[in-house]
Every structure is written in structure tokens, then in C-alpha cells.
């Protein structure tokens, strides 16, 4: 069993999203047990992970990126799934980008839990964690939701 100390006061939560808004709502409501810092990337991210986090709190869509920040190949993307549209090919990396930054995040050796705040169908989390490990959701911005389920994934292996 992993020490529930992983998850502990002053300990890191990266929160990666496009806006502020996860940043806001985790310096408001999850200060008191993490540090916050932020990533507005991938390459924040990842620069940022260097310092190390315990946790990760994740945004899905990042529709305010601009196409420049985004990982993925537009065009790849556009000619594989989207019959060469690559506006909508941009538009599905922005809203599926949170979970190419954790893919990312992942490949780069941070296995650290990860949460959403996004109602994910049973079925597409379950996926997510077979691609990613320990990974979870809540439905809303609810502080003790967020933290039970980080709590949670820390106890699970590697």
C-alpha cells in the first residue's frame, strides 16, 4: 500500500489548462494542501514537471490555445480522420488536447495521478486509464471530490 503522505500539505498539483480558471478554483479551494503551479501547454508542462508535481489537476478542451500551442499534427489528423479538413481536425486537438498533454506527460515518465473535471462516459475513462494509468474524473468543481479521487489514485500502483 502507497503512503496516503504522497498527497500532502506544500506538496505540487500542476494544473494544465488553456484559461485560468482551473488555476483560480485550485489556489482557491486546494491551496491549503497543494502548491499550484500552472501550465498553459504541453511545453509548460513538461517544463514545469522538471521541479516535479505529486498531482495533476487537467483541463480536456483547450479551445483559447492557439493552434501553435497545440500538440498533435494538424494535418496528419486532417488527412487521416477528417477527409483533409484540417479546421476540423484543429478543432478536435483543442478539445481532446488535455488528454494529448497527459499522453505526452506520460511518455516523458510522469506517472503521477491526474484528474479531470469532465463527465466522462464509464466506458472512455476506463479507456483513458488503460492508455495513461492513474487517471480520474469528477464531474464538477468540487474541491473534496478532487481531492478524494487523487487520494485515491495515489494508493493504486504505477
Known amino acids: 500500500m502507497i503512503d496516503r503522505g504522497i498527497i500532502r500539505p506544500m506538496s505540487r498539483l500542476l494544473v494544465v489548462e ?3 480558471e482551473y488555476e483560480e478554483f485550485a489556489r482557491l479551494f486546494l491551496a491549503e494542501r497543494w502548491e499550484i503551479v500552472a501550465a498553459h501547454s504541453a511545453d509548460e508542462a513538461l517544463a514545469l514537471m522538471r521541479d516535479g508535481a505529486e498531482a495533476m489537476l487537467i483541463d ?6 492557439p493552434k501553435e500551442d497545440l500538440i498533435g499534427d494538424v494535418k496528419g489528423m486532417a488527412d487521416k480522420l477528417f477527409a483533409g479538413d484540417e479546421a476540423r481536425a484543429a478543432r478536435w486537438l483543442k478539445e481532446q488536447q488535455g488528454t494529448l498533454i497527459l499522453g505526452a506527460l506520460r511518455e516523458a515518465g510522469h506517472h503521477q495521478p491526474a484528474v ?6 464509464p466506458r472512455r475513462l476506463s479507456n483513458l486509464r488503460k492508455l495513461y494509468g492513474r487517471v480520474g474524473a469528477v464531474r464538477a468543481f468540487d474541491a473534496a471530490a478532487i481531492v478524494r479521487t487523487l487520494e485515491g489514485l495515489a494508493e493504486e500502483p504505477v
Open 116 to 121: 479531470f473535471v469532465h463527465d466522462f462516459p
Open 60 to 65: 480536456l478542451r483547450f479551445e483559447r490555445a
Open 18 to 20: 488553456d484559461g485560468g
